[in-house]
Nanobody
Framework: QVQLVESGGGLVQAGGSLRLSCAASGRTFSKYGMAWFRQAPGKEREFVAGITWSGGSTYYADSVKGRFTISRDNAKNTLYLQMNSLKPEDTAVYYC??????????????????WGQGTQVTVSS
């Protein structure tokens, strides 16, 4: 069974940085694309960033482009999200998502089968 465990969230001032991690287990991590999503109170879960199985291709929501960087270490079965120049509107619970199969993925949350418990990111102004 696939398990995802996020870590690295916290409270940071606007303009600061955080690095999130997502440790994966339960299947061959390197075969699947992965993604980060976030959900603010009262809002729907939204796409943040995605990465292909090899890490050779990445894609981002417009709201984070140029500030966030998604990466992965397949040897460590770990997904990362480096967040720089954080803004108060980045405040949310951040989730990593894994698709059902190697053909799924992208920026739509319904294409992801497995989720971690989330890690809270709070950016103060």
């Amino acid at each position: 069974q696939v398990q995802l465990v996020e870590s690295g969230g916290g409270l940071v001032q606007a303009g600061g940085s955080l690095r999130l991690s997502c440790a994966a287990s339960g299947r061959t991590f390197s075969k699947y694309g992965m993604a980060w999503f976030r959900q603010a109170p009262g809002k729907e879960r939204e796409f943040v960033a995605g990465i292909t199985w090899s890490g050779g291709s990445t894609y981002y929501a417009d709201s984070v482009k140029g500030r966030f960087t998604i990466s992965r270490d397949n040897a460590k079965n770990t997904l990362y999200l480096q967040m720089n120049s954080l803004k108060p509107e980045d405040t949310a619970v951040y989730y990593c998502g894994a698709p059902r199969d190697i053909y799924s993925g992208g920026s739509t949350s319904t294409r992801y089968e497995y989720w971690g418990q989330g890690t809270q990111v709070t950016v103060s102004s």
